[in-house]
Nanobody, 121 residues
Framework: QVQLVESGGGLVQPGGSLRLSCAASGSIVAIFEMDWYRQAPGKQRELVAGGTTSGSTNYADSVKGRFTISRDNAKNMVYLQMNSLEPEDTATYYC???????????????WGQGTQVTVSS
């Protein structure tokens, strides 16, 4: 099995910062892209940031210049540094990994359980 576990969420005031972490473990042969998504109550899940093994990144327009995705490929980790947080950033944040695993010997997406980020004064 492959597990993705997020951490680092919490309550922060507007203008503050948080750093989310996601650890992938289990029957991993290779991880391709690792992404961060978020879902606010009553809204669809949306892509926040994505990062490839080679270091290419992409961001939602709403977070460009404020959020930074990074990876530690040796540790199967992905991070999301979030600065200048706004109340509109309040959501559950999910990590997704595009993984080739040794259980199924195939490539598929795996999701973490999510971590809550609340931006409020």
């Amino acid at each position: 099995q492959v597990q993705l576990v997020e951490s680092g969420g919490g309550l922060v005031q507007p203008g503050g910062s948080l750093r989310l972490s996601c650890a992938a473990s289990g029957s991993i042969v290779a991880i391709f892209e690792m992404d961060w998504y978020r879902q606010a109550p009553g809204k669809q899940r949306e892509l926040v940031a994505g990062g490839t093994t080679s270091g290419s990144t992409n961001y939602a327009d709403s977070v460009k210049g404020r959020f930074t995705i990074s990876r530690d490929n040796a540790k199967n980790m992905v991070y999301l540094q979030m600065n200048s947080l706004e109340p509109e950033d309040t959501a559950t944040y999910y990590c997704k990994g595009d993984v080739y695993d040794s259980d199924t010997w195939s490539r598929r997406d795996y999701w973490g359980q999510g971590t809550q980020v609340t931006v409020s004064s």
